[in-house]
């Protein structure tokens, strides 16, 4: 039912900073949690952080913690990723996704729909 459009990715060197968004249309936004995922090339897809429908509940992956921060926008139906002191390690394509629920989790079956990626690339 909702369609995501993830946009904000680029190259950036170690240490910069980037904000990924992604816009949703045609279904409810704000009654649902989001989240973001990142898979690297030969391995498997990770859990990034994830947000409550409200906003007022974070989630993020250890390896992500004190850098990166999930945020949204309910008025603009928009998801946002701002990642800060950024790694190699972070390379991937980053992918957004709706909950089932309205909290916070981690597991990625609980997320039904799923945008189309943006390209993460950090250089040393």
């Known amino acids: 039912q909702v369609q995501l459009v993830e946009s904000g990715g680029g190259l950036v060197q170690a240490g910069g900073s980037l904000r990924l968004s992604c816009a949703a249309s045609?279904?409810?936004?704000?009654?649902?949690?989001m989240g973001w995922f990142r898979q690297a090339p030969g391995k498997e897809r990770e859990f990034v952080a994830s947000?409550?429908?409200?906003?007022?509940?974070?989630l993020y992956a250890d390896s992500v913690k004190g850098r990166f921060t999930i945020s949204r926008d309910n008025a603009k139906n928009t998801v946002y990723l701002q990642m800060n002191s950024l790694k190699p390690e972070d390379t991937a394509v980053y992918y957004c996704?709706?909950?089932?629920?309205?909290?916070?989790?981690?597991?990625?079956?609980?997320?039904?729909?799923w945008g189309q990626g943006t390209q993460v690339t950090v250089s040393s």
């Open positions: 996704a709706e909950s089932r629920f309205s909290t916070v989790t981690t597991q990625g079956p609980n997320f039904r729909s």
């Open positions: 947000i409550s429908n409200s906003g007022s509940t974070t």
């Open positions: 045609g279904g409810t936004f704000s009654s649902y949690a």
